[in-house]
C-alpha cells in the first residue's frame, strides 16, 4: 500500500508561481511512474504531467507546456510539479498518482495510488 500527500497549494495571483510536491510512503517510490492530474470545479479530472521510474523521461499536457514542469527526487520519495506564469485557468484541485508501472501514461486508469489532492487557486 502507497501513501501519497500533496503539498504546497495555495492562492496565488495570475503570473504567479508554485511548486506542488508529493511525498509517497509505503512503498518503493523508485520503482513507479508518477502522474499528476488536476481537477477543476464542474469538470473532469485531466491529466497534466508525469515522469518515469528514473526521471529520464518526462509527459506535458500541450495546456501547460512551457509553464510546468515535472520532476522527482527517489532519495526523498518525492515527486515535484513546478507551475510558472500561472492562469485563473489553472485553478483546480491537482492530485499526485503512482502508474502501475514503471512508466506513465495520460490515462486515470491505469495509476494506482492517488493522494487526497491540494488546492491551487489563480485570481485575475
Known amino acids: 500500500q502507497v501513501s501519497l500527500v500533496e503539498s504546497g497549494g495555495g492562492l496565488v495571483q495570475a503570473g504567479g508561481s508554485l511548486r506542488l510536491s508529493c511525498a509517497a510512503s509505503?512503498?518503493?517510490?523508485?520503482?513507479?511512474?508518477m502522474g499528476w492530474f488536476r481537477q477543476a470545479p464542474g469538470k473532469e479530472r485531466q491529466f497534466v504531467a508525469a515522469i518515469n521510474f528514473g526521471g529520464r523521461s518526462t509527459l506535458v499536457a500541450d495546456f501547460v507546456k512551457g509553464r510546468f514542469t515535472i520532476s522527482r527526487d527517489n532519495a526523498q520519495n518525492t515527486v515535484y510539479l513546478r507551475m510558472i506564469n500561472l492562469k485563473p485557468e489553472d485553478t483546480a484541485i491537482y492530485y499526485c498518482?503512482?502508474?502501475?508501472?514503471?512508466?506513465?501514461?495520460?490515462?486515470?486508469?491505469?495509476?494506482?495510488?492517488w493522494g487526497q489532492g491540494t488546492q491551487v487557486t489563480v485570481s485575475s
Open positions: 509505503g512503498g518503493t517510490f523508485s520503482n513507479y511512474g
Open positions: 498518482a503512482t502508474h502501475s508501472t514503471g512508466w506513465y501514461s495520460t490515462q486515470e486508469r491505469t495509476y494506482t495510488y
